[in-house]
């Protein structure tokens, strides 16, 4: 068998298939049309498919068990026994337990959602307790090995490493539990060993956050441990999102056969490695391809940085710097874009083929590579914006004094106590999702489109009235994705057909490429707001999407700093502000989900960030009058770190996550000062679970404990589109009937 790690890899893989075969796959087993035999027949069938093209393109090292019906760190919650006594006690087969996890079950929530380091793509929290009984089940991982194998393809398992696994975990101190959970790492890896596993992979990517000097005492402690195991594979720490600091130091102290290091996001990574001393026989896997962004790699560059690496360890092998995962699937069936935009990007499968190449090129010289092209082409620039850009000031940025505002508002606006609304969207039913496609494949004309969502919007209003709603929205129906809409209308982007990319589970999103200067045509969303406006007495929100989550939600040029493209797209919004406010609409919510994803994970790096993050909020919300009342939205998130920035954004009300983490967010802002008006989410949306009302209720009472009534808002914890009408109607219900009881009180 032979042990060289060899000289091209990839750190994991979309998994979603080249259709979103695994997302039709597993709906189809949850609403019962299919069963869990055809499930896994298509599950095996995309895992093949993928081995097959990573071999074909001669990759000489390929990963598996990155496969996942859901979440990988939920596979790695299960291969160790993390299971909460509540799903375990449900009696349910070993799918559908795992299934009761993600999505929760009959009365049981599911486990907390959260986003994975700074991507879009969001992982199950770990719940482990003092109690939690590790029991090593590595059926997945040597299912998957096996089943390559039976292919002629050797894999090397992922999952992640223990130390990760613990420091994302959710309860008390879970990292206490490390030496208990090692125990189970070892029979997992001596397991794998005796299936004849060479290599295995242990991502510990929590290592490029700041981490404190026991931390890294107990990662190293890990992996000598590990190391030392008698029967084992040959170990493969991968680290990905950034700079290891004194974490790369003490990797090197453990018997591990190889580490990878991310030289994309983290270039210090070189300079540590440089510093460590001698590598002796380990291999370093260098991560050079960006497996976060959808640019072309710079070859030459990187075969320059691939040559230092080289000189400094005896084994070298190439990499994508992180999972495929985070972008599409593949380029090549990208029919529509402009060719001097096409031949700029690599996809997941293009990576591949860039991966091979260095590996190639390293070893055999650099004949064969091609120059890079320049970074943008004279079309993608804007002189106009750039002028504006330069011309701005910080009272661009800034609004009149909130509690005169706040009168204004509540003059204007009247609205009782804990007023009741929504985060936006309505569900995204399959008549307008057939509507859209009718439209896109030109059996359905513009007019007709339009019709078809106006109706949606009305039906939207009328509910709203009926259920007794006091701020309405208008249901977001002709938008196919909250950035993608925005994406579609301004210039600078441009829409992909297939690019999906898993967000959480079976959702997929379709980010747009952010290539050039960014400009707004004309209104964007003013018809839609102002026609649900005038079906109604009541309160219409304009709904638009904040420049940080933009960014977040696109791929994004990197040849400017993120601020200014920030900036830009702001502008836009700006614009679109004023011709809201000049149409009639009163009140105006920019969604900023993001703004906690894409905090830098080094706490040296955030400030900067945080910084034109809040100033390009304040850019795009500070043109309008004191009287129009400015909304925003964040969610799925631990928000401590950014709550004096989510102040910062100065908006009059912040409606954000709350019902998973059961409302700690409240207490964070109180302890801030935070003197706004506040919606903390009293119903978990990405559950199908319906609230009832003493629930919400219950969670009212927290929220009343921490707020005073008087700044409160009633609202779930995020949009709706992701829910069907029945769950929607009757936990609307439950959460009006809640606020009106507690008002009587
Ligand atoms: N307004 C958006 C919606 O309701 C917000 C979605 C989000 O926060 N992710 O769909
Ligand atoms: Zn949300």
């Not at 750190?11 to 997302?23: D, F, M, S, T, V």
């Not at 959602?113 to 199950?124: A, I, Q, R, S």
């Not at 903390?680 to 949306?685: E, K, N, S």
Request: aromatic residues 6%.
């Amino acid at each position: 068998m032979s042990t060289s790690f060899g000289q091209s890899t990839v750190l994991g893989y979309p998994r979603i298939g080249a259709n979103r075969e695994l997302k039709k796959a597993v709906e189809a087993y949850w609403a019962g049309r299919i069963d869990a035999g055809e499930l896994e027949t298509t599950a095996a069938g995309l895992r093949a498919e993928v081995w097959q093209q990573l071999r074909n393109a001669r990759l000489d090292s390929i990963p598996s068990n990155t496969f996942s019906y859901y979440d990988h760190v939920l596979d790695t919650a299960v291969a160790v026994g993390a299971i909460p006594a509540r799903f375990a006690r449900l009696g349910l087969s070993d799918l559908d337990t795992y299934f009761a996890m993600a999505r929760g079950a009959d009365t049981e929530p599911a486990l907390e959602l959260t986003k994975w380091f700074g991507t879009n793509y969001h992982y199950l929290v770990p719940e482990i307790t003092p109690d939690t009984d590790f029991t090593p089940n590595p059926t997945k991982p040597l299912a998957e090995y096996g089943e390559a194998k039976a292919l002629g393809i050797t894999t090397r398992p992922v999952l992640v490493g223990p130390a990760t696994f613990l420091l994302l975990a959710k309860g008390d101190d879970p990292f206490a539990r490390l030496d208990d959970l090692l125990d189970t790492y070892a029979r997992i890896l001596t397991a794998l060993a005796e299936a004849g596993v060479a290599w295995v992979q242990l991502d510990e990517p929590a290592y490029v956050m700041d981490r404190t000097p026991a931390e890294i005492d107990a990662l190293r402690a890990a992996y000598t441990r590990l190391g030392e195991l008698e029967h084992r594979p040959r170990i493969f720490v991968a680290t990905y999102f950034g700079e290891l600091g004194n974490a790369l130091p003490a990797l090197l102290e453990t018997p591990v056969e190889a580490l990878g290091i991310d030289l994309v996001a983290g270039p210090g990574n070189l300079q540590r490695l440089a510093a460590a001393g001698p590598l002796g026989g380990r291999t370093i896997v260098a991560g050079l391809v960006d497996g976060h962004n959808v640019w072309r790699t710079d070859l030459r560059a990187a075969i320059t940085t691939g040559a230092t690496v080289t000189a400094l360890a005896d084994h070298v092998a190439i990499s994508s710097s992180c999972s495929l995962l985070h972008v599409p699937v593949d380029l090549s069936v990208e029919t529509r874009l402009a060719p001097e935009l096409f031949e700029r990007l690599a996809f997941a499968r293009q990576k591949v083929d860039e991966v091979v190449l260095l590996g190639t090129a390293l070893r055999d010289g650099t004949a064969h590579v091609p120059v890079p092209l320049p970074s943008a082409p004279a079309g993608w620039h804007n002189s106009d914006v750039r002028a504006r850009l330069a011309a701005l000031s910080p009272a661009d940025r800034q609004r009149g004094a909130y509690a005169e505002r706040a009168a204004a508002q509540q003059a204007r606006l009247n609205l009782p106590d804990l007023p009741t609304t929504t985060i936006g969207s309505f569900p995204q039913t399959a008549e307008l999702r057939t509507a859209r496609a009718r439209l896109r494949a030109g059996t359905l004309d513009a007019d007709g489109y339009q019709q078809r969502m106006r109706a949606e919007v009305e039906h939207v209003i009328r509910l709203q009235e009926q259920l007794g709603l006091d701020v309405l929205v208008h249901g977001e129906p002709e938008r196919n994705d909250m950035v993608q809409y925005f994406g579609e209308q301004l210039d600078g982007f441009a829409a992909t057909d297939h690019g999906w990319v898993q967000s959480y589970g079976s959702r997929c999103v379709r980010p747009p490429l952010l290539y050039g200067d960014v400009a707004r045509k004309q209104p964007m969303t003013v018809e839609w707001s102002t026609y649900a406006q005038s079906l109604t007495s009541r309160p219409v929100k304009g709904m638009l999407t904040g420049p940080v989550t933009i960014l977040a939600w696109s791929f994004v040029r990197t040849d400017q700093p993120l601020a200014d493209t920030a900036d830009q797209v702001a502008l836009a919004l700006r614009d679109e502000c004023a011709d809201l406010q000049a149409a009639g609409i009163k009140v105006i919510q920019v969604d900023e989900p993001a703004l906690r994803e894409t905090l830098p994970l080094r706490s040296q790096d955030q400030k900067a960030y945080l910084e034109w993050a809040v100033g390009s909020f304040r850019l795009a919300t500070s043109g309008v009058a004191d009287d129009t009342q400015v909304h925003t939205h964040l969610c799925y998130s631990e928000f401590g770190e950014v709550i004096t920035a989510i102040d910062a954004l100065d908006a009059d009300v912040t409606s954000i996550e709350a019902s998973r983490s059961k409302m700690e967010v409240l207490g964070d802002l109180a302890a801030i000062g935070y003197g706004r008006g506040v919606g903390p989410g009293v119903w978990d949306i990405h559950s199908p679970r319906v609230p009832s009302q003493d629930e919400v209720t219950e969670a009212l009472r927290r929220a009343i404990a921490a707020v005073p009534v008087s700044r409160l808002w009633v609202n779930p914890d995020c949009g709706l589109k992701t829910r069907g009408y029945p769950e929607v109607e009757a936990s609307l219900r439950h959460l009006v009937a809640a606020a009106t009881s507690l008002r009587a009180n």
